[in-house]
Nanobody, 125 residues
């Protein structure tokens, strides 16, 4: 079983950037055909942000982050990244990394079996 640990969160001003990292341990990240990022703001449901296939050749994004966020993975380092640019107040949330062995593209949290603990991202005005 894989353990996922997020890092890189924090407080940033609107318009700024952050890069989140999701480090895997226990099993190689390459075991998991898709790795995704989700987020959950207070009082809201967990929502899909971005995901990437095993090879990195396929990525998919929520409309709200297209053009601003970029997901990438480095299987040799067992790490997936989420580069977040032009952040807005609406991006404030706890961000979660999730992985699954299925190769089926999905934006649904229930289609990801393994989850990290989450990391806070706060965008201030």
């Amino acid at each position: 079983q894989v353990q996922l640990v997020e890092s890189g969160g924090g407080l940033v001003q609107a318009g700024g950037s952050l890069r989140l990292s999701c480090a895997a341990s226990g099993r190689p990240l390459s075991t998991y055909n898709k790795v995704g990022w989700f987020r959950q703001a207070p009082g809201k449901e967990r929502e899909f942000v971005a995901a990437i296939s095993w090879s990195g050749s396929s990525t998919w994004y929520a409309d709200s982050v297209k053009g601003r966020f970029t997901i990438s993975r480095d299987n040799a380092r067992n790490t997936v990244y989420l580069q977040m640019n032009t952040l807005t107040l609406e991006d404030t949330a706890v961000y979660y990394c999730a992985a699954d062995r299925s190769a089926t593209r999905s934006t649904r949290p229930r289609d990801y079996e393994y989850w990290g603990q989450g990391i806070q991202v706060t965008v201030s005005s």
